[in-house]
């Protein structure tokens, strides 16, 4: 299955992943690319039999949405635009959104799926837009920096650095399949792995991680929102706590649990206990990583413990 999503990537040879792409008729028409070919062909044999409205108005909405792709105009590109700029928090530029589009279509994503028939509009457009918001942070992560990238990482409750690790990660596994010593790799490197991705592997990554990996459906925003968060939490594991000075060392403390000097006990607590949730090194025991990483994460339990009994005593004591 993998080398047939990847030989279709590379606009193989599209009957390869299923039924869903078989042998098409041939009447001298031309269409831009073999997506549009089908989908037309799947509206015009609805048309004629009356059947499944649900799927015509799909077939006819994908339809217009590579043509509108191509321009860069239309309510289903407006649509997708819209959707991403609220989710990204930034308007983006209509060539930005076209050009994604366009490469979606013209390397026959929606034609990828091990599936009977094909995807429904909702289900591509969702895709794009995953697509879109990997592509956002993946140009924000080879900077270093981004303003949705730290949305994100507020959200996660983690570091922009985790989160920046975990765009690494996801789309070089993509593009490039498993990579021994890669998550040590990342957390070692001053710069981004991604960083040192061709065009054309970024493309493949993207596009590949888009692509579900049962073969049946692809990744929605919440699915890729949860990929990020599982990522982002080991990565966060893994990043080194400073070490407290000493067992007096109430400022290290607060700090590491993000806490004004004077905070409630049960504040504490609840903070407490997600961090350990969070680092505990026992979430990395299915990852697995070699054991010097597994012991990052127990070095890094072992303060968050001493801190948290700082605080406490420290409250105890007032």
Known sequence: MIRAKEAMLRRGNPSATGKAVG?????????????EE???LEFESLSKSGASKERKESAKKMIELISSGQWGEGPLF??????????IGRHLELSFISKHINSFMNREIPLVLETKDLPLYEEVRDAIITKIVIQVLIDEAKLGDGAFLKKIASRLKVSPSAVIHSIDFLVTTSAKGGKKDLVK??????????SQLSSVDLEKGS???????????????????KLL???ANMFESLTRIPPLKNKKDLRGAL???????????????????????????DR??????????????????????????????????K
């Open 207 to 225: 596009n590949m991680l888009t692509v579900g990996a049962d073969g049946q459906r692809f990744i929605n925003p919440p699915t890729l929102n």
């Open 185 to 194: 790799k990342i957390i070692e490197s001053k710069v981004p792995k991604i």
């Open 255 to 281: 700090k590491i649990f993000g806490m004004s000097k004077n905070p409630e006990k049960d504040d504490v607590k609840k903070r407490y206990k997600k961090l350990a949730q969070a680092k505990h090194p």
């Open 284 to 317: 990395l025991a299915s990852k697995g990583l070699p054991k010097e990483m597994e012991k990052i994460a127990s070095e890094n339990f072992a303060v968050i413990q001493e801190a948290y009994h700082i605080i406490l005593d420290h409250i105890d004591r």
């Open 229 to 231: 968060e599982d990522q």
């Open 78 to 87: 407006k649509e997708i635009n819209t959707i991403c700029s609220q989710k």
């Open 23 to 35: 042998p098409s008729k041939s009447d001298g028409r031309r269409f831009k690319n073999k997506t």
């Open 38 to 40: 089908l989908y037309t």
